[in-house]
C-alpha cells in the first residue's frame, strides 16, 4: 500500500482541514508532516465546528490513527489546550493520536523570540502567526532543539534550561520584555500530558503499517507559496510545505508516495505580508472576504482576497507533481455576474507564465473573464446538477492546469463535498 499526500496549493487555508477530515473514513493512518500551531484546520460536522492547530484532522474518527510526524514543531502548550477542546476522553486519545520522538518542541522563549524578530523588522514585518515556528525550525537546523522523545530523559529539565536560558540573553539583546513563567507553568503541564500518549519512532510505525497494506493519508499545514524554497521568500514559513515534505517529515521513501492530491480555494486568500499578484484591494475583495468568512482560523486576521491565479497554481502542481485538484468554497463565488482568473502575468510589458524571483516587481494580472452563476449551491451533491457556468469555470481551469478536479466543495460540513 501507499501514501496519498493532501497538501495546500496556495497561501494556506485552501480548506485541508475539511478534506483530510471527509476523506478519513478510507485511510488507516493520519499524520500531519511539517509546520505546527501556525496552522489552522477547520472541519465541520453535526453542525459543530472544530478548528485543530496541531493534532491531525483525521482525530474524530475512531480506529484511525492519527501521527504527528518529525517535521512537525510542536508547542506541548498548544498541544495541552487542543487536547482539552477535543471533547473526547483522553483515554480514547491516547489510542487514536501518536507522537514522534523527532518532532522539535517549541519552547516559551521560541514564541518570545518569533514576537522579538517581527518587531525588529518594522515595515518588513513577515506577518508571522507568533506561534515560534521560525525559531523553532532555527533551533532545529543548527542542532540546539529539544525534541519530544527528550521529555523522558532524566535530565530534560536541564536541557531545557540550557536553550531557555541563551534564549533569554538573545532577548535581552533584542530589548523585548516578557514575563516567562506565566508561559512556563502551562508548558510544563503540556509535558506532562505529552507523557500519556504513546511518544516513539513514529518512521518505524508508518512504515511497517504500508508493508501490512495500510492506507496513509499525509497531511500538509499551510501551503505550496508558503514554502520556505518555493514561496516568496522570505515571506513564507520555516518549513518544507511541499510534496517532498512528506518524506522528510514522516520518514518514507518517495517510492511510497502514491496520490497527491492538490488543494484550492475557488479563489484566492493570503494572511500576513508577501506579494499577492491578484490581491483585490476594492470592494469584491471586502466581499470575497464577507461571504468566504475571511479571518484566519488561528490569529483571526482578515485574510487578503483576490482573484484565483492560474501562473501560481500551476506552479505549485509542477512543484508538488499534483496528479488530482480539489476545488473548495465553489459556494462563495455564487453571486458574482462575471468571475475573472488571472491567466498570465504582465511583467515589463511582457505576458510571462513564470513568477518573477523579485518579491517587488510590478505584477499585472491578465484577466480571463468567464461568467458566473447565481443559484445558492450549498444543497447540491451531484456534480451534474451544479449551476453550468460552475461547471464551466471548473472545466476551464482543468484545460489550463491539466490536471482534473476531482472535489468540488460547495460549503464547510463534511458532507458539503461533491466527488467526480
Ligand atoms: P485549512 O487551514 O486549509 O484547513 O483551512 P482553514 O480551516 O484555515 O480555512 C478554510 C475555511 O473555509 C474554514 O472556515 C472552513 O470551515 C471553510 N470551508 C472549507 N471548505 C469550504 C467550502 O467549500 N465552502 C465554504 N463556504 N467554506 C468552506
Ligand atoms: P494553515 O495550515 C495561512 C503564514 C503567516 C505568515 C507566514 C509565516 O492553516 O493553512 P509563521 O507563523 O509560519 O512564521 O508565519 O505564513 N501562515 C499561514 N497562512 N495558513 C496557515 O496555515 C499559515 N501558517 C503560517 O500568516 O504570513
Ligand atoms: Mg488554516
Known amino acids: 500500500m501507499k501514501i ?27 499524520a500531519r508532516f511539517q509546520g505546527g500551531p501556525n496552522a489552522g484546520h477547520s472541519l465541520e460536522f453535526n453542525n459543530i465546528k472544530h478548528i485543530l492547530h496541531l493534532i491531525p484532522s483525521g482525530i474524530f474518527h475512531p480506529g484511525k490513527i492519527n501521527i504527528i510526524g518529525n517535521g512537525v514543531v510542536l508547542d506541548p502548550a498548544v498541544f495541552r489546550q487542543e487536547i482539552d477542546n477535543l471533547g473526547i476522553p483522553l483515554e480514547e486519545l491516547t ?56 521529555i523522558m530523559l532524566k535530565d530534560f529539565r536541564q536541557m531545557y534550561e540550557g536553550l531557555s536560558s541563551g534564549h533569554l540573553e538573545l532577548l535581552r539583546q533584542l530589548e523585548y520584555e516578557s514575563d516567562i513563567s506565566k508561559y512556563e507553568k502551562d508548558w510544563f503541564a503540556g509535558i506532562d500530558l505529552l507523557k500519556k500518549f504513546r511518544v516513539e519512532n513514529t518512521e518505524y510505525l508508518i512504515n511497517d503499517m504500508l508493508s501490512a497494506g495500510r492506507k496513509v493519508l499525509a497531511e500538509g499545514a499551510q501551503g505550496t507559496m508558503l514554502d520556505l524554497d518555493f514561496g516568496s521568500y522570505p515571506y513564507v514559513t520555516s518549513s518544507n510545505t511541499i510534496s517532498a515534505g512528506a518524506c522528510t517529515g514522516l520518514g518514507v521513501s518517495p517510492k511510497t508516495i502514491d496520490e497527491i492530491f492538490g488543494i484550492f480555494k475557488a479563489y484566492c486568500t493570503r494572511v500576513g505580508s508577501g506579494p499577492f499578484p491578484t490581491e483585490l484591494n476594492d470592494e469584491t475583495g471586502e466581499l470575497l472576504r464577507k461571504k468566504g468568512s475571511e479571518f484566519g482560523a488561528t490569529t483571526g486576521r482578515p485574510r487578503r482576497c483576490g482573484w484565483l491565479d492560474l501562473p501560481a497554481l500551476r506552479y505549485a502542481i509542477m512543484i508538488n507533481g499534483v496528479t488530482r485538484l480539489f476545488m473548495m468554497k465553489s459556494d462563495i463565488l455564487s453571486g458574482f455576474s462575471t468571475i475573472k482568473v488571472c491567466s498570465s502575468y504582465r511583467v515589463n510589458g511582457q505576458d510571462v507564465d513564470q513568477r518573477p524571483y523579485d518579491n517587488n516587481a510590478a505584477i499585472e494580472p491578465v484577466y480571463t473573464e468567464l461568467p458566473g452563476w447565481q443559484e445558492d449551491i450549498t444543497g447540491i451533491r451531484k456534480y451534474n446538477e451544479l449551476p453550468l457556468n460552475l461547471r464551466n469555470y471548473v472545466e476551464f481551469i482543468e484545460k489550463q492546469t491539466g490536471i482534473p478536479i476531482t472535489i468540488v466543495s460547495v460549503g464547510p460540513d463534511r458532507n458539503s463535498t461533491i466527488f467526480r
Not at 496519498?4 to 493520519?30: F, T
Not at 522563549?109 to 521560525?134: C, F, N, P, V, W
Open 4 to 30: 496519498d499526500i493532501l497538501l495546500g496549493l496556495q497561501w494556506g487555508d485552501e480548506g485541508k482541514g475539511k478534506i483530510v477530515d471527509a476523506l478519513s473514513p478510507d485511510y488507516d493512518i493520519i
Open 95 to 150: 489510542k487514536r493520536l501518536v507522537i514522534s520522538s523527532r518532532a522539535n518542541l517549541i519552547l516559551p522563549t521560541h514564541r518570545m523570540l518569533d514576537a522579538a524578530y517581527e518587531q525588529k523588522k518594522g515595515h518588513l514585518k513577515i506577518g508571522s502567526t507568533l506561534k515560534g515556528i521560525g525559531p523553532t525550525y532555527t533551533d532545529k537546523t543548527s542542532r540546539n532543539g529539544l525534541r519530544a522523545g527528550d
